[in-house]
């Protein structure tokens, strides 16, 4: 599902980010991507969705070859990828329900079926019941539902999410990752990248860790 092989990722100020990276993420696997803060596990995550490109090496998505990828091809392999991002990304100015309806107006859905579908998420979220009110009327543990469900609403292959439990309380933080193993069962590959090793511990998931750009040996199952 996703590959990365010897992959290296220099920026501008020459540091890598990623260094010689080989790591095989099957479908269906839930997987943790842990690391300090710039260890680069954002740089990984932008990799999966094409955000970046590999200065080395190769990255390939569900068959797609991201460094070769033209740009007009990107819109569609992102179709099949839900992210999760740490700042949420939602749209003051609209209610719930149009923040998760948005991405499907790239598919040409109707307005009646991007409705559907996302009445549908927020239920699976817990959140059907606010789908009128806007994101500042949300709690930070409700809008990162708001979140998921937006990523979700395309039904992914791939759902990827960037420290997702870094502002929640432990009730929620345990909500959230109850969610992500409810949707990996859907058969959906689950990647989440937090520095919150309490939460790695209490779930019985894979373990990437990064350190300075490099996968440590011993990657491996929990």
């Known amino acids: 599902m996703i590959r990365f092989d010897e992959v290296t990722k ?4 020459r540091i890598a980010a990623l260094d010689d990276v080989n790591v095989h993420v099957k479908k269906g696997e839930f997987a943790f991507l842990t690391g300090p803060s710039g260890a680069g596990k954002t ?14 090496g190769t990255v390939t998505v569900a068959g797609h070859d991201i460094g070769r990828m033209r740009r007009r091809q990107v819109p569609y392999l992102r179709r099949r990828i839900g992210v999760v991002f740490q700042d949420f990304r939602l749209l003051g100015d609209r209610p719930v329900l149009e923040n998760v309806m948005l991405p499907m107006t790239i598919l040409g859905l109707s ?5 559907r579908r996302a009445l549908q998420v927020l239920s699976v979220v817990g959140l059907g019941q606010r789908k009128d009110d806007r994101p500042d009327e949300l ?6 539902r708001v979140a998921i469900a937006r990523a979700i609403a395309l039904d992914p292959v791939v759902l990827l999410a960037d420290e997702p439990t870094g502002n929640l309380d432990p009730t929620l933080t ?3 990752m109850k969610l992500f193993r409810a949707i990996n069962a859907r058969g959906t ?3 989440v990248a937090t520095h919150d090793y309490e939460v790695v511990r209490r ?5 990437i860790k ?3 750009g490099r996968v440590e040996a011993g990657e491996a199952a929990r």
Request: no cysteine.
């Open 10 to 13: 220099v920026y501008d100020d």
């Open 43 to 56: 740089t990984f995550l932008k990799m999966i969705y094409a955000a970046e490109r590999p200065t080395s």
């Open 111 to 115: 307005p009646a079926e991007r409705r």
């Open 139 to 144: 709690s930070g543990g409700e809008q990162q």
């Open 174 to 176: 345990e909500h959230i």
């Open 189 to 191: 590959s689950v990647i």
């Open 203 to 207: 779930t019985e998931a894979r373990v």
């Open 210 to 212: 990064i350190i300075r």
